[in-house]
């Protein structure tokens, strides 16, 4: 079992749909963190938590540290949000990743 | 600001060629740097960390090594490359501490042939 879940692993919406990305974790981490990843391969930090919510335009990220659990919410998708998003956990100064979830987002 | 750049963005090279990959970082001291490799279908995986000049901890025996001659510069170097080194590299640089943003560059898609 890998210390970093996501689920789900691949998600296909309609364009203006709310979507949730969800995290679970079994290690301790002193903060979480949100990646996007775009099909060119290229990493962007959306996000680092360590405790109740964040937002950033359409996007936010909340976490529940004693249940090991974050989210990150989409609202009214656009095909543009279609990417890899990435949960890392951070510890002991480094990242533990999650495998990604595939967001494809159609017109 | 803090920038950082890794090159080169694409690589094919034979088997058994060597390899290395630099990533630097500028706007920022003592970063601590990672190398990671994404396989094909599968997370990333932390090969390298420095938090220093001349140290490198090693996460995964492989033959791939790491350098880091100078405060923000980091290169990944292999002597003899196998079929199984084909992947996305990522540079990234943090602060180091527990709550430290990560910046991550563009990375290297290689092809070993």
């Known amino acids: 079992k890998n210390e970093v879940e996501q689920s789900p692993q691949n998600l296909t919406a309609q364009e203006g749909e709310f979507i949730t990305i969800n995290c679970s974790y079994s290690v301790g981490i002193s903060a979480l963190h949100w990646l996007q990843q775009h099909p060119g391969g290229g990493i962007v930090s959306l996000f680092m938590l360590s405790s109740g919510k964040k937002k950033h335009g359409r996007l936010i990220a909340t976490i529940n540290i004693q249940e090991k659990h974050s989210s990150l919410h989409i609202t009214a998708s656009h095909p543009r949000d279609s990417a890899v998003y990435i949960c890392?956990?951070?510890?002991?100064?480094?990242?533990?990743f999650g495998k990604g979830t595939k967001l494809s987002v159609k017109p | 600001s803090q920038t950082i750049h890794q090159w080169p963005a694409t690589l094919v090279q034979p088997v058994g060629s060597p390899l290395s990959l630099e990533c630097t970082v500028e706007?920022?001291?003592?970063?601590?740097l990672y190398w990671y490799r994404q396989a094909a279908g599968r997370g990333l995986q932390l090969l390298f960390y420095?938090?220093?000049?001349?140290?490198i901890s090693s996460e995964v025996p492989q033959n791939l090594s790491a350098s880091r001659p100078q405060d923000r510069q980091f290169i990944l170097s292999s002597k003899k490359l196998l079929l199984s080194d084909s992947g996305f590299y990522l540079c990234?640089?943090?602060?180091?501490?527990?709550?430290?943003?990560?910046?991550f560059g563009s990375g290297t898609r290689l092809t070993v042939v």
């Open positions: 706007g920022t001291s003592n970063p601590n």
């Open positions: 420095s938090v220093g000049i001349g140290q």
């Open positions: 990234a640089w943090s602060a180091g501490t527990a709550v430290s943003g990560y910046t």
């Open positions: 890392a956990g951070g510890s002991q100064g480094n990242l533990i």
